[in-house]
């Protein structure tokens, strides 16, 4: 199984988008606090429709919370700044795929501490980036084809 790691997202309908893309591929959600928006909302479980039941969400305080959980895993955080496109990487089942906010991605602190485990998205000079559930997706998707899209169909 893969892991999605929201840091502090913000919108509550890309949160729920991400939410049935983790439920359909069976990855698990990981939110980091602060959420922009209550889990009670409205647009969130409207977004994420009726797979809430077949979602695994887990939430945490920071990202150094998923860190110590987790201390044996790969992450790969996914920036703007970083020089590998997502592409580029081997996957492996396990794997943690993290995002950052909407409004400004992942932070400068963790980018630097981390920076050797950042992939990219390529996209067009000028542009600020794609929208944060289609990149979970696009990402997520080339993740499972790595893998042998593992226990779907």
Same mark, same amino acid.
């Given at each position: ?70 201390? %044996?895993? +790969?992450?790969?955080? =996914? $920036? ?7 592409? /580029? !990487?081997?996957?492996?089942? #396990? ?30 000079? %000028?542009? +600020?980036?794609?929208? =944060? $559930? ?7 998707? /080339? !993740?499972?084809?790595?893998? #042998? ?5």
């Amino acid at each position: 199984m893969f892991h999605i790691v929201l840091v502090e997202p913000e919108i509550p309908q890309n949160t729920g988008n991400i939410a049935r893309t983790c439920a359909v591929t069976g990855a698990m959600l990981h939110l980091v606090r602060p959420l922009g928006f209550s889990v009670d909302d409205r647009q969130l479980k409207r977004a994420g429709l009726d797979y809430w039941g077949e979602l695994d969400v887990v939430y945490h305080d920071s990202f150094a919370e998923v860190e110590a959980a987790y201390p %044996g895993a +790969r992450f790969f955080l =996914l $920036s703007t700044h970083a020089k590998r496109s997502y592409a /580029e !990487a081997d996957y492996r089942d #396990g794997d943690f795929l993290v995002f950052g906010k909407e409004t400004a991605g992942l932070g400068p602190e963790l980018l630097a501490r981390r920076g050797e485990d950042a992939v990219r998205i390529p996209m067009r000079e %000028g542009l +600020r980036s794609l929208n =944060l $559930s289609n990149s979970v997706a696009l990402v997520l998707y /080339e !993740a499972l084809r790595q893998a #042998g899209f593992p226990q779907m169909t």
